[in-house]
């Protein structure tokens, strides 16, 4: 009896630990970021991308955001449940959107406890400075320089700030900041995100946000 115990004890273990190997090559890190105006969700495998959609969620939709993750994951061919880590873009933006970005990870974290969450900033994905986002439609998000403060602006005010600029990181209406010789980028490399940072897992992410909610 004493060796068919110590038998299966091995087994058991042996069994975990080739459980956790093939668990780590076969599942998946997802990125994603509901917050910019034109948004994105990357799948990576092995660091490698194996999909990529763009997700554009006005200013009411935030509801459909779980749709449209399954949505993609579906087209990929990849379970919610084969994901082990999650790039989160957690602000800042409209209240109930950072809400619902992170309900949605937090969620998920609570149903698979191996799900690794990484949060960043909106003001993490560019290396450029001004940074510049819509917070709504009468103000703006800033961020002039590396180290300094994030400023929440009237859109009335913006053309004047950049009056000696010539180059803007920026996630908002275009038609804001009509002017000649004013270079607009808005793309960024996930991939260059990612390998940008030390990144550490957390079991929960905290919404960044900058402003009270707009509910009255």
């Known amino acids: 009896c004493e060796k068919y115990r110590k038998y299966l004890i091995d087994y058991k273990k042996n069994f975990c630990i080739l459980h956790l190997y093939f668990s780590s090559i076969l599942m998946y890190e997802l990125f ?19 999909g ?32 082990w880590r999650i ?42 400075y001004p940074i510049i986002k819509q917070s709504s439609r009468r103000d703006v998000f800033v ?15 913006l053309k004047n700030l950049l009056v000696w600029y ?19 980028h808005q793309d960024y490399s996930i991939t260059e995100v990612l390998s940008r940072y030390t990144w550490h897992s957390s079991r929960c992410v905290e919404p960044l946000y900058m402003k009270a909610p707009n509910i009255y």
């Open 87 to 128: 790039y989160v873009v957690r602000g800042p933006g409209s209240f109930t959107g950072i809400r619902s970005i992170c309900l949605f990870c937090n969620t998920l974290a609570y149903i698979f406890p191996s799900l690794e969450l990484c949060p960043l900033s909106f003001f993490d994905l560019y290396e450029s």
């Open 32 to 50: 994603l970021d509901a917050v910019s105006t034109r948004g994105k969700m990357l799948l990576l495998r092995d660091g490698k991308s194996i």
């Open 166 to 184: 010539r180059e803007v990181w920026w996630s908002f209406d275009v038609a804001l900041l009509e002017r000649e010789n004013l270079f607009l």
């Open 143 to 157: 961020k002039m320089q590396k180290n300094a403060t994030i400023e929440i602006l009237p859109i009335t005010e």
């Open 52 to 83: 990529e959609e763009v997700i554009e969620l006005a200013w009411n939709e935030s509801s459909k955001l779980w749709a449209k993750v399954f949505s993609f994951l579906e087209s990929c061919k990849v379970d919610v449940s084969e994901i």
